[in-house]
């Protein structure tokens, strides 16, 4: 696979630098009063972070020398704008970062169109929410940045919905240790509580108090939708006693239950 990739945009990654806290909060440090050299190496030494995010997109047929050198600029801003003041670390600043440029990247090269006036009004948006981000420390509203913008709430809303990126039910969303959690593990069904999970042990356990007989009945019966006459000919004896031994069946399951 991509992340797996020895080298990647003429990266050795297998010898990249992994920075302690403390060598990052020095870094930025002296960064923030106009070391370069220091940005450098705040830079390189975070590039294991954007191969992480990357992974995240390993799922398409975007190109992940592209993806890393996209995300690589979102790295770059990130050292740039972070606040040494705050009591964060600079991973979780850098992370949305860094996943917002692959995903901007993402929406201009999408092959879904969408119309000229709404991809406008979408990145007017999104600078916008970014510009707020910045002064407030914190995330604007729908109607914050609508306000600004002095344009309609719905058509600010309607038109960041519009450049989502959609994104498959097996990406992965968090991973620790070889272990993942897709977005498919977030949903759940409506129809299936934890109830009737419950309920549906409770009843294959009553089934195995019946007899070859009943059972062979309850199974034809209710799993596989056949009529009383259909398992009267299937099993060589007559409707009445189908019908007399499916009612002893669900008697006897029903105490069970």
Known sequence: MYYNKVEICGVNTSKLKTLTDEEKTELLQRAKKGDMEARQELIYGNLRLVLSMIQRFT?????????????CIGLIKAVDNFNTELNVKFSTYAVPM??????????DNNSIRISRSV?????????????????????????????KLGEDRDAVLHSMEAIIEPISLYEPVYSENGDSIYVIDQLSD?????ESWLESIALRDAMKKLTDRERSI???????????????????????QVSRLEKGAIEKMRKQI
């Open 59 to 71: 799922g398409r047929r975007d190109n992940m020398d592209d993806l890393f050198q996209v995300g």
């Open 98 to 107: 860094i996943i917002g440029e692959i995903r901007r990247y993402l929406r």
């Open 119 to 147: 991809r406008d009004l979408a990145y007017r948006s999104l600078q916008m929410r970014e510009q707020l981000t910045r002064e407030r420390e914190s995330e604007p509203s729908v109607d914050d940045i609508a306000g």
């Open 190 to 194: 409506s129809n299936y509580s934890d």
């Open 218 to 240: 309850i199974n034809m019966r209710f799993y596989k939708n056949k009529t009383q006459m259909e398992i009267a000919e299937e099993i060589g004896i007559s409707q009445a």
